[in-house]
């Protein structure tokens, strides 16, 4: 081996049965990330993440941005998820400036996250398809999404970067007969998803590549500090929904899907679930919604935060999210800390792919609900 | 359940959408209806109005030049820039009017939420493509045109599936 290579780059020779494999970081099969697999024949010895090759420098743009014009570029790490990552962003910057939001405009906020919510798991779960093999479960995701993003985009005015969430509200009403056409389209979303379970969910060869593989136990999670999805496939119940709710959560009804095996396929099928409950909260939400009345707090030109430090975090579709604001008496924060769910369950990869089979390792690696652009931030 | 009742089961799932009508927008032919006339904004309730954000549309009658939309549009994609208008308003002194480079503007439509005077919205307009990115620059004269499109197509539930038409 040459000793002229950078760290990351070498390749460890350890002895002659056990070989070191790259994947990624090209895109297919990991995402823009590298995983560095030794691997004994068939076997994975061991498993090294390396993520960062898309870090984009959020939480030093945001130190240069006033609260408002840090909006579009946060939620440029999940794009497909952006009510969910603006959410926390703007509970933080409320309770720095102390801005009170208006009740229609909580309701309206909660509809657009879980939306978007379905938008995520829907687009994470044509990946889960394909990275299987199973292309059927590509297309018809993929094209279900698009009821969401319909709605997503009569109520902000754009298909994936909504930006609708602002510090104070969102920024504008819903439009007209928003009501009957969001329950119209949900209705059908809940019937066609339905129809996954013959083809994907109780489809022997999905079972038997998922089942068992990948197994983490109760206490792991736990240890491990993973989150969302990944933690309720384990057994454990939490979700901040129901723990810590913020805005209206308190007054909706839904239960948190929790599954006990711990196993790939828990941890795909507890998405798949959650989004009925999505569909649930939607209708609710909708139904308990003022009808009339303010959607936003105008905010001064260039608000100033005090002296002062918060942290709020929301359950996105990947788990925990949460932002660590510092001000300091200036129109722009002092320091912006986004904690991301998918970098904490990131670190589950070496302890689950140790002794699976090669072929095992792309339904272990996305069952985890990760994201690379947003782990990176 | 058995294997192979099993992907019997997952077949059959599939082969039933043969009968089932097709989903997928057929774009150029068909475009998807938006609601309203793009984003705007209303002076009464201080929220915007929703709509499709697309291309901006300049009035030039309430235009004051007063750069509140450039320098919203600072650290965001500084896409906006002011240039000099040959023309005379009342209300704009310094002849100077917002000039939009459609290669960096991220449709995020905060200066329309800055713009005090209601002169500048977004419409229906979504088909920039150009051959030349000098093309993409759009001065106040193209933003003040009103696009014509023909949009007529969303999605459609019945019991029979969804499609667009």
């Known amino acids: 081996m040459s000793t002229q290579l950078p760290p990351g780059i070498q390749l460890e020779k350890i002895d002659d049965r056990i070989m070191t494999l790259n994947v990624g970081p090209q895109h297919p099969g990991s995402g823009h990330m590298r995983l560095i697999i030794k691997v004994d024949g068939d076997y994975i010895v061991s498993c090294d993440p390396d993520p960062g090759y898309v870090h984009r420098g959020e939480e030093k743009m945001a130190e240069y941005r006033n609260y408002i014009q840090n909006i579009p570029h946060l939620e440029r790490p999940v794009i497909h998820d952006s009510s969910n990552i603006l959410y926390p962003y703007c509970l933080a910057v409320e309770e720095l400036l102390g801005i009170e939001v208006p009740e229609r405009a909580k309701y309206v906020r909660v509809i657009a996250a879980e939306l978007n919510r379905c938008i995520y798991t829907l687009y994470w779960l044509a990946i889960y398809g394909i990275f299987l093999g199973h292309s059927t479960m590509f297309m018809w995701p993929a094209g279900d999404r698009e009821l969401f993003i319909d709605l997503l985009e009569a109520m902000s005015g754009a298909r994936v970067t909504h930006a609708y969430l602002v510090p104070g509200g969102v920024r504008n009403d819903l439009p007209a007969n928003f009501e009957e056409r969001c329950l119209r389209q949900v209705d059908y979303f809940e019937k066609r998803l339905k129809e996954y379970l013959a083809v994907f969910y109780k489809n022997p060869l999905l079972i038997s590549r998922t089942e068992g593989t990948g197994i983490l136990s109760k206490t792991d999670a736990i240890r491990l500090g993973t989150t969302g999805s990944v933690l309720r496939a384990s057994g454990v119940d939490f979700d901040i929904r129901k723990k810590e709710p913020y805005d209206v959560y308190e007054n909706l009804d839904f239960e948190t899907v929790v599954m006990k095996e711990g196993d790939s396929y828990a941890r795909s099928y507890v998405p798949y679930l959650e989004m009925f409950e999505s569909c649930r909260i939607i209708r609710d939400a909708l139904r308990k919604m003022p009808k009339s009345g303010s959607v936003r707090t105008k905010l001064k030109p260039n608000p100033k935060g005090g002296n002062d430090e918060v942290y709020k975090r929301v359950e996105s579709g990947r788990g925990a999210l949460g932002y660590y604001i510092v001000s300091n008496n200036r129109p722009e924060p002092y320091r912006v800390k986004i904690s991301v769910g998918s970098f904490r369950n990131l670190i589950c990869m070496p302890y689950l792919l140790k002794g699976e089979l090669l072929g095992n390792m792309p339904s272990v690696y996305w069952s985890l609900n990760y994201w690379p652009v947003e782990a990176d931030r | ?165």
């Open chain 2, 1 to 165: 359940m058995s294997t192979a009742g099993g992907i019997i089961r997952a077949l059959n799932s599939g082969v039933k959408h043969l009968a089932i009508r097709r989903f997928t927008l057929r774009y150029p032919e068909q475009k998807l209806k938006f609601v309203g006339d793009g984003f705007q904004f209303n002076p009464e309730t201080g929220v915007g109005i929703a709509g499709l954000r697309g291309r901006h549309i300049l009035y030039h009658e309430h235009c004051t030049g007063c750069q509140l939309c450039s320098v919203a549009c600072e650290g965001i994609a500084e896409a906006i820039g002011m240039v000099k208008v040959n023309e005379t308003w009342k209300q704009n002194k310094k002849a100077i009017m917002p000039q939009i480079d459609y290669g960096k503007c991220v449709f995020c439509g905060l200066c329309v939420d800055a713009c005090p005077f209601y002169a500048l919205y977004m419409t229906n307009d979504y088909e920039l493509s150009s051959f030349t990115k000098s093309a993409l620059i759009y001065t106040p004269a193209q933003l003040a045109i009103k696009p014509k499109i023909s949009q007529d197509v969303e999605i459609k539930v019945d019991d029979r599936g969804a499609t667009h038409g």
